[in-house]
């Protein structure tokens, strides 16, 4: 049996990988915004992530005829399954190496702002890697239209 990877079943892979993954996780990502601290837990994270994951597996099961770009889709996809992964390692790398270092010097609160700086770095990474395939549809029915026109 000759296994194919999809673009919509290797989401639907992931997601179900998220969801197994509340039982061995507990972890919370606290972001910085503006002196106001957000502690988010673990399994909102997975909650957002999967609703996200299962939303572009329908639009990459019903819709793959527009998306002409494949290295795009492929792209698209393995970051937005890495990048929350990769926060998490960050956040409790982070939350596990507080336990060494000394909070009363001023190196600290740079060691504490560079880890805020790396999390809205990938937050906003993750963000700008949703539009990749807006992207892939614009040059799919741009090329599509190019391709049908006649001279």
Not at 35 to 46: E, G, K, Q, S
Not at 93 to 116: G, P, R, V
């Amino acid at each position: 049996m000759v296994a194919s990877f999809k673009p919509h079943k290797v989401l639907l892979f992931a997601a179900l990988l998220y969801l197994i993954s509340i039982v061995f996780v507990d972890q919370k990502i606290e972001i910085n915004l503006a002196d106001t601290y957000f502690f988010i837990d673990y399994t909102l994270i997975v909650a957002f992530v999967c609703g996200l994951l299962l939303i572009f597996a329908v639009l990459y099961k019903y819709l793959n005829k527009y998306f002409s770009i494949k290295l795009l889709t492929w792209l698209h996809i393995m970051l937005s399954i890495v990048l929350p992964v990769f926060a998490i390692w960050i956040s409790h790398s982070f939350h596990k190496s507080l336990a060494l270092i000394e909070l009363t010097d001023i190196e600290s609160m740079d060691y504490i702002l560079n880890h805020q700086k790396k999390l809205n770095q990938i937050i906003l990474t993750f963000i700008v890697i949703q539009t990749l395939p807006l992207f892939n549809v614009l040059v799919s029915l741009i090329s599509m239209k190019y391709s049908t026109a006649k001279v």
